[in-house]
């Protein structure tokens, strides 16, 4: 069975601070995906990033970088000088390709305040 | 750019009525999901499709039920609404062969 487990339920920063979310995941597949959903206070989950398994080579995309570990089973994500529209859940996820399920993770909280 | 849609953003029912819930999809995808999203537990799976007429259980179905008759249309059933049902529902889509799940912009679902 597939597990994510996002330990931080909150994270409060004040802005240009550096926030980084933990994501652990548990599953027996050796293929899988995993990604990283951003739902700001408008309510639509929006799609942020997808690391496949063979792949572990991190990735940075203006203030945002993942750091994937696959020999701690870890997915975490960094918000570097965070801003007030970072505000918003994250959730980590996971999927198998064969049925295209996603497990997600309970999300995390992230204030960013001015 | 794939479009999710939902017919209602906030939707308010009292216990025991059948309240649907519609999503579309306008690229085509082969495979729809509806989620659950309660504080503390993230998104949990209801049901998906991975085809017209086709439909499987998730991890939560009890409850629901679904009905996938055209492509881009995929509805959830709640057949007789019950307080604990009182949640943010989302639906999203994927193409077969694809990696990445979009999503609509969720239904706030009050029952009273």
């Known amino acids: 069975a597939q597990k994510v487990t996002q330990a931080q339920t909150e994270i409060s920063v004040v802005e240009k601070e550096d926030v980084t979310l933990d994501c652990v995941y548990e599953?027996?597949?050796?293929?899988?995906?995993l990604f990283w959903y951003k739902q700001p206070p408008s309510g639509e989950l929006v799609f942020l990033i997808r690391r496949n398994s063979f792949d572990e080579q991190n990735e940075i995309s203006g203030r945002y970088s993942w750091n994937f570990q696959k020999s701690t089973s870890s997915f975490n994500f960094t918000i570097t000088a965070s801003q007030v529209v970072d505000s918003a859940v994250y959730f980590c996820?996971?999927?198998?390709?064969?049925?295209?399920?996603?497990?997600f993770g309970a999300g995390t909280t992230v204030t960013v305040r001015a | 750019d794939v479009k999710v849609t939902q017919s209602s953003r906030y939707l308010v029912k009292r216990t025991g009525e059948k309240v649907f819930l519609e999503c579309v999809q306008d690229?085509?995808?082969?495979?729809m999901f509806w989620y659950r999203q309660d504080p503390g537990l993230g998104l949990r799976l209801i049901y998906f499709s991975y085809d017209v007429k086709m439909k499987e259980k998730g991890d939560i179905p009890e409850g629901y039920s679904v009905s996938r008759e055209k492509k881009e249309r995929f509805s959830l059933i709640l057949e007789s609404a019950s307080t604990n049902q009182t949640s943010m529902y989302l639906c999203a889509s994927i193409v077969r062969g694809g990696e990445t799940q979009y999503f609509g912009p969720g239904t706030r679902l009050l029952v009273l």
């Open positions: 599953t027996r597949d050796t293929t899988y995906y």
């Open positions: 996820a996971l999927s198998e390709p064969h049925d295209y399920k996603l497990s």
């Open positions: 690229m085509d995808h082969e495979n």
